[in-house]
Each structure stands twice: as structure tokens, then as C-alpha cells.
């Protein structure tokens, strides 16, 4: 049996604390002991203790990467529970703390971000890469846009596993249920429903998407754009959307927290994120679901969303570029039905959460052999 401690410091249920939720469910448990150590008073720990993971409340820093005096609380957690693995969730505290102790220590990167000029070249280049490949015999990168991101910073390729996550498929709902979903919010037979699921920040792209409805609105065309989620930018976007005239063509859901209906009523899933977006997870849901997503090609999203394959992917910010690709799935029955028709068998193939946790368990089992071929 293999002990793995996860260390991760989110407060809230975020794309990370997704993923370990989503390895847990198809995990390996006769192989593989799952524990969980957090900041107290995450949201994140009850439904980990539902998902049967072990859950370690200790008094550290939240939502921050690096806290000196974090190391010595994590050092002593790690003494008591002498894992075989310390699995890092862009905890830098917990990498320490995991080498110190003379464990296998495990990092996942689940953003994408521009790579710093500090970091890019020169003394910088070499003190990330000399500190990151210090504290970890393994790196996971949950997309190649992340890989790429960490080798511009110095991180040797070879010591990065790229694993795509994975997600539990969403449920299919029927054609009534369709047809009452969207008469409840005013989506007639005839518009074409767009969406989006994420988090309303301004690095998400809803003003992208909002120019982009006005656009098709001013033509004629019939839209509709759903947004579900809530978010610090959550009072500019609805202003936005009132400011264009758009408030029977924007439909706010706030927060959501089954998404099947949502996906059962559009014909499209949007993503026009322009910062952080290694793996989106809700495209992978959508996929599952049958829909075609129209995406920024920003980070990781043309990589999971293959251009007139499974989807149709347009310049990031470019709001007339996304416009264009919206009235172009609307425009085009034979080309919507490929790409819808593609989008769950992809997902079957690449993206489910068993594929995930396998490719997961088999980045534990090189890193407790010692494959460091990247250092």
C-alpha cells in the first residue's frame, strides 16, 4: 500500500480541490492510501472526507503558496503520518517540508501563466529552475500549455509528466427536460444557446463574450448566452451586459451546483479565458455531454478543444474573431453535427476520471522508482 499525503491550501473548492476529488472517486484504494492536509476551515475538507480521503486540518497559511513557519507545522504532520509520496498543490511550504523529511515529493501545476522575463532568462532562469527541480522528483503538468510554461522557466522537460485531468461524465438530459429547461428561461425553440461555466473573473472573458453577443444580437441573429458561476467581476459583467442592452439575450444563473441541466440546455459551451486556463474542466464536462465548445486558444484549451474536430477555436480577445465561429456553428447543421457527435467520444477516450487516476498512479510509481531523468 502506497501512503500518499496531498498538501494543498485552497479555502475554497477550486479546479484543484476538483481534481483531487475526481482522483479520489477512481482511485486505486487497495494500492493507493489517500490523505489530505488543508488550511482549517477549508470548504474543501467535508466533501473530502465524503470521498473517503483522510482530511488534516492544521492552522497554515490559506490560499498561499509559501509561509515559513508552515514547514515546520507540515514537517511535523509528515513525521506523524510517514507517507511514501508528498503530493503538492502549488504549495511550495508543503515541497519543503516533503524534502526535509526525506520524502518522495510530487508537484502539480494546474495554471498557465506568462512566464515572467525574470524567470525567462538569465540568473533567475537558473534559481527557478534550481529550486523547483530541488523540491520535487516529479512534476505534473495538467497540460501541455503548463509544460511548456515550466520549461520556459528552467524546469527540465524531462522531469514533467503531462497528465490531462479527468472528470465524471455528466448525465444526458431527456428532450422534455430540454425543452421545459429552456422555456423556464426564456430560450425559445429557435435560438442558438451559448454558455459558459467558470468562475466570473476578469481573466474568463465574459466581456469577450458579451461583445461578442452584441455583435450577433445587432445582426439579427437569435442568442442566447448563459453564464453560470459568481465571482469578484460578477457586478462589472452584469453591468456590461446592461450597458449593451442585452438583458433578454445574457442569462445569469449565479452559482450552480448541478450543472447537467445547465449543459442540457445550450447547444454550445464557450470558453474565452485569456489567463490561467491549463485544463478546463468544464470543457471536459461539456464534451461529455455532447456539446461543441468554441474557445480562446489560450493555454490548454486547443489542445483539449481540436479545432473543427470536437469544436472551433478563435484568437484570445478577440470578441469579433468568437462572433464569428458562434454564427459559423450556427450557420452550419452538418459541421454542428460532427463536432457534437465527436465531443463525447473524445471525452471516452482521453478524458474520464479513471484514465486520470490511472495516469496519476502511474506518475506515483515512477517517482518512488526514481525516475528523475529530468534533473
Keep these: 500500500m502506497v501512503k500518499v499525503l496531498n498538501v494543498i491550501s485552497d479555502t475554497n473548492i477550486g479546479g484543484a480541490g476538483r481534481v483531487i476529488l475526481n482522483y479520489l472517486k477512481y482511485s486505486d484504494r487497495a494500492s493507493f492510501d489517500t490523505a489530505v492536509c488543508l488550511p482549517r476551515g477549508s470548504l474543501l475538507a467535508a466533501p473530502l472526507r465524503d470521498a473517503g480521503a483522510g482530511v488534516y486540518e492544521l492552522d497554515i497559511s490559506p490560499d498561499k503558496s509559501f509561509d515559513r513557519g508552515d514547514i515546520r ?7 506523524e503520518l510517514d507517507p511514501d509520496i508528498v503530493h503538492t ?3 511550495l511550504s508543503g515541497r519543503i517540508a516533503g524534502r ?10 494546474h495554471s498557465v501563466f506568462p512566464v515572467s522575463p525574470r524567470i525567462r532568462s538569465g540568473p533567475g532562469h537558473l534559481l527557478n529552475k534550481l529550486v523547483n527541480e530541488h523540491y520535487a522528483d516529479r512534476i505534473i503538468a495538467v497540460s501541455q500549455a ?8 528552467g524546469i527540465s522537460a524531462g522531469l514533467i509528466d503531462v497528465v490531462i485531468n479527468g472528470v465524471e461524465p455528466v448525465s444526458r438530459v431527456s428532450g422534455e427536460e430540454r425543452r421545459l ?4 428561461y426564456g430560450i425559445g425553440e429557435d435560438d442558438f444557446a451559448c454558455g459558459i461555466i467558470a468562475r466570473i473573473e476578469p481573466y474568463k472573458g465574459h466581456m469577450i463574450i458579451l461583445d461578442a453577443a452584441k455583435i450577433l444580437r445587432d445582426e439579427g441573429r437569435s442568442v442566447k448566452v448563459a453564464v453560470a458561476g459568481t465571482g469578484s467581476f460578477e457586478e462589472e459583467v452584469r453591468k456590461r451586459a446592461a450597458e449593451l442592452g442585452l438583458q433578454d439575450n445574457v442569462i445569469f ?11 442540457g440546455m445550450l447547444d454550445a459551451q464557450l470558453n474565452a479565458s485569456y489567463g490561467t486556463e491549463a485544463t478546463s474542466l468544464s470543457l471536459l464536462e461539456g464534451m461529455s455531454a455532447g456539446l461543441p465548445a468554441i474557445v480562446s486558444d489560450y493555454g ?15 484568437k484570445s480577445m478577440d470578441s469579433r474573431g468568437l462572433a464569428d465561429q458562434i454564427r459559423r456553428l450556427m450557420s452550419d447543421p452538418a459541421l454542428y453535427a460532427k463536432l457534437a457527435e465527436n465531443a463525447p467520444l473524445m471525452y471516452s477516450a482521453r478524458y474520464t476520471g479513471k484514465i486520470f487516476a490511472e495516469n496519476i ?5 515512477k517517482a518512488l522508482k526514481g525516475v528523475n531523468d529530468g534533473k
Excluded: M, W
Design 73 to 79: 507545522k507540515l514537517r511535523q504532520l509528515i513525521r
Design 89 to 91: 498543490h502549488g504549495s
Design 100 to 109: 526535509r523529511c526525506g520524502k518522495t515529493v510530487i508537484y502539480t501545476r
Design 146 to 153: 503548463a509544460k511548456e510554461n515550466l520549461t520556459d522557466g
Design 181 to 184: 429547461l429552456r422555456a423556464r
Design 253 to 263: 444563473l449565479g452559482f450552480v451546483s448541478d450543472v447537467a441541466p445547465v449543459y
Design 300 to 314: 490548454g484549451n486547443p489542445y483539449i478543444i481540436e479545432h473543427e474536430k470536437n469544436g472551433l477555436v478563435f
Design 361 to 365: 498512479e502511474a506518475v506515483y510509481q
